[in-house]
Antibody, heavy 121, light 109 residues
Framework: QVQVEESGPGLVKPSETLSLTCNVF?????????GAWIRQPLGKGLEWIAS???????YYNSSLKSRLYISVDYSKRRFTLDLRSVTAADTAMFYC??????????????WGRGILVSVSS | SYVLTQPPSASVAPGQTAKITCEGR??????VHWYQQKPGQAPVLVIY???DRPSGIPERFSGSSSGNTATLTISRVEAGDEADYFCQVWDGDSDHLNVFGTGTRVTVL
C-alpha cells in the first residue's frame, strides 16, 4: 500500500525559503512515479503547486514557477519542494501526493496527512 | 488558464441524492476526477477518469461527464458524506497543469 508523508518546518520567516520533503513508502519509485505538492490556505480551496517524475522531469504551476524548485531522490524514496521568497500569502496546509498519469489525464490517488506551514516573523 | 467552476454549497436530506457539477471548457478527452475532503483531513479520491471508483469507495458515489460539465452524484446520502468536494483536471494542453475546481460544501440536513 502506497503511503506518502510530509516533513518540514511549521514556521518560516518572510523572504526565506520553505523546504518540504515527501517520503514515499510501499512503492518502488524507480518503477515510474509522479510526485506532487498541493497546498490549501485554511478555509480555502486546493491549489496544485508542482509535480515531478522519477526521472526528474518537473512541472510547475505557472503562477508560482519563478519561486519553485522540485526534485526527486528515488534511492531515498523521497521528493522535495523549495519555495523561495515566502510571504504571509504562502501560509497554508501543504500536501504531498502520488500522481497517477495515463493517456487521458492524471489524478492524485494517495495523499499525505498534510503539514501546516505558517509564514511569520 | 483553465478554470473549473463548482457551486459553493449544496444541501441534501439523508437518503436523497446529491448532484455536484463542475463546469469548465469542453473536457473532450480530458478526464475529470473528484475528491472528498472532510474537516481536518486530507482529500480522498472518490472518482477518477470521469466515472471510475477507487477500491473502498461506496457504489453510492458515481460520476459522469459530457461537454463542458462533469457531475458527481451521491446516492442515498448519509451523514458521513458531509464534506467538501473538489473536481480536478489535468490540462494536457498547458504544460501539464493540474487544475482543481472551486469546491462544493455538501451539508446533510
Amino acid at each position: 500500500q502506497v503511503q506518502v508523508e510530509e516533513s518540514g518546518p511549521g514556521l518560516v520567516k518572510p523572504s526565506e525559503t520553505l523546504s518540504l520533503t515527501c517520503n514515499v513508502f510501499g512503492y518502488s519509485m524507480a518503477s515510474g512515479f509522479y510526485g506532487a505538492w498541493i497546498r490549501q490556505p485554511l478555509g480555502k480551496g486546493l491549489e496544485w503547486i508542482a509535480s515531478v517524475f522519477h526521472d526528474g522531469s518537473a512541472y510547475y504551476n505557472s503562477s508560482l514557477k519563478s519561486r519553485l524548485y522540485i526534485s526527486v531522490d528515488y534511492s531515498k524514496r523521497r521528493f522535495t519542494l523549495d519555495l523561495r521568497s515566502v510571504t504571509a500569502a504562502d501560509t497554508a496546509m501543504f500536501y504531498c501526493a502520488r500522481q497517477y498519469c495515463h493517456r487521458t489525464g492524471c489524478y492524485f490517488d494517495h495523499w499525505g496527512r498534510g503539514i501546516l506551514v505558517s509564514v511569520s516573523s | 488558464s483553465y478554470v473549473l467552476t463548482q457551486p459553493p454549497s449544496a444541501s441534501v436530506a439523508p437518503g436523497q441524492t446529491a448532484k455536484i457539477t463542475c463546469e469548465g471548457r469542453a473536457f473532450g478527452l480530458d478526464t475529470v476526477h473528484w475528491y472528498q475532503q472532510k474537516p481536518g483531513q486530507a482529500p480522498v479520491l472518490v472518482i477518477y477518469d470521469d466515472d471510475d471508483r477507487p477500491s473502498g469507495i461506496p457504489e453510492r458515489f458515481s460520476g459522469s461527464s459530457s461537454g463542458n460539465t462533469a457531475t458527481l452524484t451521491i446516492s442515498r446520502v448519509e451523514a458521513g458524506d458531509e464534506a467538501d468536494y473538489f473536481c480536478q483536471v489535468w490540462d494536457g494542453d498547458s504544460d501539464h497543469l493540474n487544475v482543481f475546481g472551486t469546491g462544493t460544501r455538501v451539508t446533510v440536513l
